[in-house]
């Protein structure tokens, strides 16, 4: 579910936020836009207001792990885990996390990719968050609730900044909820 | 040597909580593990409040995160201080126009990328990363920041391997540390 139409619509951080994401036509290849959030992060005030609108829709729910996906992830999940009093769990592309991991392959447009996480971050039961910049397909996300599964976590909710309009229809993914905050620029 | 006090009661639980795991990524090294430390979120925030109260007066208003590490611990510190954060990328994820450097690794060597018009000109930084082995990484992210205008004001890392010298790889640029490695 996109925050406007989740109890926050017409909030003038959710503008700010949007308006400080950068478009770049044509990258990574011919005919993607990509939605760079540099200009996010740069900016302290919409980086701050991102980080706060997450921590506020968080912070009562009990969650005690925050799960990034590299590497974006990593930006956005820190802070919201330091704020709500939670664990960081990096999910990591392979051969980057040390010692004893579990792997979740997930499909690309073209080809395949791999998500690991440490399975001992995760103790049964635990209430977990995904975090990543952006949803378009899914796939990533899709891997992440399995690895945190696996490991014994509920998954309470995936959050992205940006989500594609296509993922409003969908609401959940793989039966978890999709929270966003922004759609892409055009 | 670290910089900071060995007697701050809050580094012996960051020492502990930083897991060594032998021969990874190839054998012979002792890998500093810090996502042990993330796992516990008082050990977290204590690491990123010893950062935030050496820098928070300093009118830093750049603070740079090495791809992928440096983006957990850079963050929190960039807005806690009111500056704004910076990655570092691994060659061709930043889209548009970037500067690059290229570095030697402790185990191989590659490349650092920034967006061009990331930083202005006389702009005070840090360079933010999990840890210093021999320096070549903080070395081109000072690089990169500097052909940029902005001024390194100092290296911040949450661990040092001394044997390596890495601050000897930085030319006076000054390097803080909270822990040695183990």
Do not use: W
Not at chain 1, 30 to 35: H, L, S
Not at chain 2, 148 to 156: D, L, R, S, T, Y
């Amino acid at each position: 579910m996109f925050a406007a139409e989740n109890g926050l619509r017409g909030d003038p951080r959710l503008e700010a936020i949007s308006d400080a994401i950068s478009v770049v036509p044509n990258f990574p290849k011919p005919g993607i836009m990509f939605q760079d959030i540099t200009t996010l992060v740069s900016n302290h005030k919409a980086f701050k207001h991102t980080v706060d609108i997450f921590v506020d829709r968080y912070k009562d729910m009990g969650i005690s792990i925050v799960a990034g996906v590299e590497a974006r992830g990593f930006i956005f999940a820190p802070p919201i885990a330091l704020a709500i009093g939670a664990k960081f769990v990096p999910l990591r592309k392979p051969g980057k996390l040390p010692g004893e991991v579990i792997s979740e392959a997930y499909e690309l447009e073209y080809g395949n990719d791999c998500l690991e996480m440490h399975k001992c971050a995760v103790e049964k039961g635990e209430r977990a968050l995904v975090i990543d910049d952006l949803v378009a397909t899914g796939g990533t996300l899709s891997a992440a609730i399995r690895l945190l599964e696996r490991g014994g976590a509920e998954v309470v909710e995936c959050a992205c900044v940006i989500g594609v309009p296509e993922i409003k229809e969908r609401r959940m993914l793989d039966g978890k909820p999709l929270y966003v905050l922004v759609e892409p620029r055009q | 040597m670290s910089a900071l006090k060995a007697d701050d009661p809050r580094i012996p639980a960051i020492q502990s909580r930083i897991r060594v795991v032998p021969n990874f990524p190839k054998p012979g090294i002792m890998f500093q593990d810090i996502t042990t430390l993330l796992l516990d979120p008082k050990v977290f925030k204590d690491t990123i409040d010893l950062f935030v109260e050496r820098y928070n007066s300093k009118n830093i208003s750049v603070v740079a995160g090495i791809e992928a590490r440096g983006f957990i611990f850079g963050p929190p510190i960039a807005l806690a201080i009111g500056a704004k954060f910076v990655p570092l990328r691994k060659p061709n994820k930043l889209p548009g126009k970037v500067f690059r450097q290229e570095y030697e690794l402790e185990y191989g060597s590659d490349c650092l990328e920034m967006h061009v018009g990331a930083v202005a000109s006389g702009e005070r930084a840090l360079v933010v990363d999990d840890l210093i082995a021999t320096g070549g990484t903080l070395c081109a992210a000072i690089d990169l920041l500097e052909r940029a205008g902005a001024k390194v004001f100092e290296c911040a890392c949450v661990i040092e391997i001394p044997a390596l010298k890495g601050r000897e790889r930085l030319n006076g640029k000054p390097v803080f540390v909270l822990v040695d490695s183990q």
